[in-house]
Each structure stands twice: as structure tokens, then as C-alpha cells.
Nanobody, 118 residues
Framework: QVQLVESGGGLVQAGGSLRLSCSAS????????LDWYRQAPGKQREIVAT???????GYADSVKGRFTISRDNAKNTVYLQMNSLKPEDTAVYYC????????????WGQGTQVTVSS
């Protein structure tokens, strides 16, 4: 099993930017996909961005055009660049990996809190 540690969250005003990082305990190049999720208070965890081993990316409609996911295989790290942040982006953000049939591979970490003030 892979351990993943998220960092980079914080408090930011609406319209601001943050860059989240997710460091893995082992090599990430062969994971089918690496994903960022978020969970707001009282809501279910949702996937917001994904990047495949081939580098193909996908985004939830709510973040499309504002968030960018990237990966650095040499550093075993996945990033989430978040621009034009909105108060509704406030949540705890998590990362994880999935295999070819969509099964989550890592244990869920503490996540990193993102708070966007209006």
C-alpha cells in the first residue's frame, strides 16, 4: 500500500491561488491515475482532478479552467494548482492513487485544509 501526504493548504481570499502538493511513499509512475479529492463540511468526498500515467487530465466541472493537476514522477509528487479560488472551494483536500479498475490504492491521509474567505 502507498502512503500519501498532502500539504500546501491555507487561508486565502477569494480570487487568490494556492498550490497543493502530494508526496507518495514510493514511485508513482506506474499508477493508472493520481487524483485530488475534496470534502467540505457536511458533504461527501468528491474527486476534483485526475491525471493518468499517460498524462491525460480530467477535472470536475466546478473547477475546470481554474485548477491544474500535474505530476513529477522523479519526485513522486502530484500537484494541484488552484487559481481564482472561490469560497465554495473551502474543503479538506486529499490525494490518492487508483489502479486500472478504479480501486483506490492508498490509505487516506489527514488531507490539507483550504479555506477561502469572501
Amino acid at each position: 500500500q502507498v502512503q500519501l501526504v498532502e500539504s500546501g493548504g491555507g487561508l486565502v481570499q477569494a480570487g487568490g491561488s494556492l498550490r497543493l502538493s502530494c508526496s507518495a511513499s514510493r514511485t508513482i509512475f506506474n499508477f493508472n491515475s493520481l487524483d485530488w479529492y475534496r470534502q467540505a463540511p457536511g458533504k461527501q468526498r468528491e474527486i476534483v482532478a485526475t491525471i493518468t500515467s499517460a498524462g491525460t487530465t480530467g477535472y470536475a466541472d466546478s473547477v475546470k479552467g481554474r485548477f491544474t493537476i500535474s505530476r513529477d514522477n522523479a519526485k513522486n509528487t502530484v500537484y494541484l494548482q488552484m487559481n481564482s479560488l472561490k469560497p465554495e472551494d473551502t474543503a479538506v483536500y486529499y490525494c490518492n492513487a487508483r489502479n486500472g479498475v478504479g480501486l483506490v490504492l492508498g490509505s487516506w491521509g489527514q488531507g490539507t485544509q483550504v479555506t477561502v474567505s469572501s
